[in-house]
């Protein structure tokens, strides 16, 4: 075998390599977008409901943990 050649393993780990760094890029440009679009937002505006549905999740939490209680 000459030393420039790869087995069909080494073969594989490379394909296997360069899929990883495409999936993480793809991930790094899907998180890049979510972030820009996190930025965007106005967070002020939706103070009151944020607060609304976290009021909502803890009464449904409060009153599971009274029915299991």
Do not use: C, P
């Not at 360069?18 to 793809?26: D, G, H, N, S, Y």
């Amino acid at each position: 075998m000459a030393k420039g050649s790869l087995t069909d393993r080494e073969k594989d780990e490379l394909i296997l390599k360069e899929r990883q760094v495409k999936a993480l890029e793809k991930i790094a440009a899907s998180t890049d977008a979510l972030a820009l679009w996190f930025e965007e937002k106005d967070v002020s505006a939706w103070d009151e409901r944020l607060q609304y549905y976290l009021h909502e999740f803890h009464s449904i939490i409060a009153d599971k943990s009274k029915d299991n209680g």
